[in-house]
């Protein structure tokens, strides 16, 4: 069997008919940002589930245009914290289906227009575009940070869960009155390869405090957990562009998406920092100074810097082979802690490890820039890795070893689009 046919597979094994799982026992609901990426490798072999795939994820919007981070499509599953936890139900505008109240990145708009260009259908891109346009006009209305207009995270989840850049903001989160913890993913995955329960009691905490307000917190400074977070507003940057793009297919004006994607791209220029060549994120309850994060790479795939601000954050970090890039002793890259860093854990999800998605985003980040030397090499090094380790969730970046769990959706199928690449 070929990659492609293995990762096809990989994706078949996991779907439920509605929707595909993350992976079938750690990850078995539907995860938005998740689903995106399904569609993004289905997008070319399998346009009909691809569509339905979008349309599952979408039952869960909420009347406000939130399309939350978890939908909890009815199935007998042993999986916790489960939608008890969220009690979406009792919230206003929330749909019939259960869901979480957070968010994720929001990677959809662009999924759909990776479906689009691979398989045109008139209906369901008018079915689709007005929810996307819903889902996207919702972050600028609930989530702004007025001060930089950066959109505002209130949850580790709502990004990437326990990466260091967090653990400041993180250890200010009291725990009182969250003593039992209610795992599942620790059975199936060895603890240190996963948050540890105290960042879980600090993440259910946040939860409950969110879930009293209607996940609706009144302003970020209420919030106990407020970040601005980079991946998150360089990937609304592009989907607001893809969004303007699929508007215009279906012959709505994309004005509002075009204009919030630049104003997007000027606030994320001013966090540029011309002393280290990066950009730098923001803990609005603290100074977060330098974390070492791949977050601070993200504007690149958003266009955000100039050539030479993008030479230098290619040069100076995403390749260089002491920060993120490959180097001899540690030759799968990008790593999501620069190796410089004291934070750098090798095994340990988002504190170190190769993750697919990232290397995806840089992927196409470089192309943008018409580096096509430098992507070419990065989507041929991730393609030898998901060859060598599986179509893994994480990956050791010295050793190559698959990490968490090892049977996931989105390295099957960002692979399927790299291989298209
Ligand atoms: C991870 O998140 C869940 C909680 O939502 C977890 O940590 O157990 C993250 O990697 C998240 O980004 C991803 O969407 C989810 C499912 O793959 O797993």
Do not use: C
């Given at each position: 069997m070929s990659l492609a046919d293995d990762a096809l597979a990989v994706l078949r094994e996991n779907d439920t008919g509605a929707f595909v799982k993350p992976s079938q026992r750690l990850y078995p609901w539907q995860w938005n940002w998740d689903s995106a990426f399904v569609v993004i490798g289905l997008a070319r072999v399998d346009p009909e589930r691809a569509r339905l795939e979008v349309r599952s994820l979408l039952k869960g919007q909420w009347a406000d245009g939130m399309v939350p981070h978890m939908v909890f499509h009815p199935q007998p599953v042993d999986y916790q914290p489960g939608p008890e936890l969220w009690d979406s139900a009792r919230c206003e505008g929330a749909p019939s289906v259960a869901t979480s109240g957070l968010i994720a990145p929001p990677v959809l708009a662009t999924a759909v227009r990776v479906l689009h260009d691979a398989a045109p259908d008139d209906d369901?891109?008018?079915?689709?575009?007005?929810?996307?346009?819903?889902?996207?006009?919702?972050?600028?209305?609930?989530?702004?940070?007025?001060?930089?207009?950066?959109?505002?995270?209130?949850?580790?989840?709502?990004?990437?869960?326990?990466?260091?850049?967090?653990?400041?903001?993180?250890?200010?989160?009291?725990?009182?009155?969250?003593?039992?913890?209610?795992?599942?993913?620790?059975?199936?995955?060895?603890?240190?390869?996963r948050p540890t329960d105290l960042e879980y009691r600090r993440y259910l905490a946040l939860v409950h405090w969110l879930r009293e307000r209607?996940?609706?917190?009144?302003?970020?400074?209420?919030?106990?957990?407020?970040?601005?977070?980079?991946?998150?507003?360089?990937?609304?940057?592009?989907?607001?562009?893809?969004?303007?793009?699929?508007?215009?297919?279906?012959?709505?004006?994309?004005?509002?998406?075009?204009?919030?994607?630049?104003?997007?791209?000027?606030?994320?220029?001013?966090?540029?920092?011309?002393?280290?060549?990066?950009y730098r994120e923001r803990d609005l309850h603290g100074d977060e100074g330098v974390t070492d994060t791949v977050a601070d790479l993200f504007p690149l795939y958003a266009g955000v810097p100039g050539e030479r601000e993008a030479r230098r954050l290619v040069d100076e970090h995403l390749l260089h082979p002491s920060r993120f890039g490959p180097s001899p002793e540690a030759p799968w890259s990008v790593t999501t802690v620069a190796k410089s860093s004291p934070a750098f854990a090798a095994r340990n999800y988002w504190r170190g490890p190769v993750w697919i998605n990232v290397n995806w985003f840089f992927v196409r980040a470089l192309e943008r820039y018409g580096?096509?030397?430098?992507?070419?090499?990065?989507?041929?090094?991730?393609?030898?890795?998901?060859?060598?380790?599986?179509?893994?969730?994480?990956?050791?970046?010295?050793?190559?070893?698959?990490?968490?769990?090892?049977?996931?959706?989105?390295?099957?199928?960002?692979?399927?689009?790299?291989?298209?690449?």
């Open positions: 369901f891109l008018a079915e689709v575009v007005p929810k996307l346009d819903a889902w996207h006009r919702w972050f600028h209305r609930e989530r702004t940070h007025p001060e930089s207009g950066l959109m505002v995270i209130f949850h580790g989840w709502e990004s990437a869960d326990n990466a260091p850049r967090f653990d400041r903001a993180l250890a200010r989160i009291e725990v009182d009155g969250v003593e039992r913890v209610e795992r599942t993913d620790t059975s199936q995955v060895a603890a240190d390869e209607g996940y609706r917190p009144s302003s970020p400074a209420e919030a106990p957990f407020a970040y601005l977070d980079l991946p998150l507003n360089s990937i609304l940057a592009v989907a607001e562009d893809d969004l303007a793009v699929l508007q215009a297919a279906v012959g709505a004006d994309g004005g509002r998406a075009r204009t919030a994607a630049e104003d997007l791209r000027t606030a994320l220029a001013s966090t540029w920092d011309e002393n280290a060549g990066a580096m096509l030397a430098e992507a070419a090499t990065l989507r041929d090094s991730t393609l030898a890795l998901v060859e060598r380790s599986g179509f893994s969730e994480y990956y050791e970046p010295m050793t190559g070893e698959p990490l968490g769990s090892r049977v996931f959706s989105w390295s099957a199928s960002l692979t399927l689009d790299l291989l298209h690449r």
